[in-house]
């Protein structure tokens, strides 16, 4: 089977699916005896991972080697230890045990999530009731697009140019002219010094504070002085706070809606396979008193 071909499949989220696994295993690296295949490296993967993030893994070439190099250790390693008589002590045995159980209940999870996926309804049901119970979650604050002309420093050079350059904005210059051929913002001054859209208070108090005293379109400031040196504003435009439509955020909402269905109905599942456990007070209390106490 062609190699990259079987990847992409992997990649697209059917690395567990019947066909990926009754293609033969590629040999990807062997070391002393022992083989790690393509198929080993997309089991290493977590179940569970998003298709985005398994596709990620699997098209690094670094990634997929370093994976398999760790792989081929843990094999060599793992052969030692039964050489050296490890498998039959009781702790070993007992964390071989655990690991088994948990490969086998991961899968049975991912089995069970598949099994009881939201309907799209049920998914925007919950969405919308999430959009309507947090209204202020939803809420955007006014939002300010200006922009502006740094002159940096603390000094009378400094002010100076500013101070020269705020009389030429005053005399009809063109303000974005003057800040991409002046503005020692490299963020902005490029772009004639817009900064965009933004809340005042994402600024700095004295910039975000001279934001806010801008009253109509076209104004311009007086010198505004913050740590970064000297600024003159121009307003630009003002968008008031607003309701983000749920339109805008459904997307996001029906992802997490669909997590938390899955993740209540899985809590459910387990939280009633142990609703019946006796525990054993005085053997955990036991196992406690038996534990070394803490160096201090």
């Not at 490890?86 to 209940?105: H, I, T, W």
């Not at 420093?153 to 002046?182: V, Y």
């Not at 859209?197 to 910039?207: L, T």
Request: hydrophobic share 40%; with cysteine; charged share 30%.
């Amino acid at each position: 089977m062609n190699l990259s071909r079987h990847w992409a499949a992997a990649a697209a989220g059917l690395c567990f699916s019947a066909g990926v696994w009754a293609a033969d295993p590629v040999v990807l690296l062997e070391v002393g005896g022992v083989k790690v295949t393509d198929q080993d490296v997309i089991a290493a993967i977590p179940p569970g991972t998003p298709d985005a993030q398994r596709a990620q893994m699997l098209q690094s070439a670094q990634g997929v080697t370093q994976t398999a190099k760790n792989l081929a250790a843990r094999r060599l390693l793992a052969q030692e230890a039964q050489k050296n008589g490890l498998a039959a002590q009781p702790m070993v045995k007992a964390r071989q045990k655990l690991a088994d159980e948990k490969v086998l209940s991961d899968a049975r999870l991912v089995q069970f999530e598949a099994e009881h996926a939201p309907n799209a309804k049920a998914v925007d049901d919950y969405a919308r009731a999430e959009y309507k119970a947090n209204p202020k979650a939803f809420t955007q604050p006014e939002e300010t697009r200006v922009r502006h002309i740094l002159i940096e420093g603390d000094t009378p050079e400094s002010r100076d140019k500013a101070e020269k350059l705020l009389a030429q904005i005053k005399g009809g210059a063109d303000f974005a002219k003057l800040a991409t051929d002046n503005s020692q913002d490299p963020g902005s001054a490029a772009k004639g010094g817009d900064l965009g859209f933004a809340p005042s208070s994402r600024y700095v108090p004295e910039f975000g504070k001279a934001m806010d005293e801008l009253k109509n379109k076209g104004d311009v400031s007086g010198l505004v002085q913050t740590k970064f040196g000297w600024h003159i504003l121009k307003l630009e435009e003002r968008r008031p706070s607003r309701v983000v439509p749920y339109e805008e955020v459904a997307d996001k909402l029906k992802a997490d809606a669909t997590k938390r269905l899955v993740t209540d109905k899985r809590l459910a599942m387990t939280n009633g396979l142990i609703k019946d456990a006796k525990i054993n007070e005085d053997a955990v209390k036991a196992l406690g008193a038996a534990a070394p106490a803490k160096k201090k």
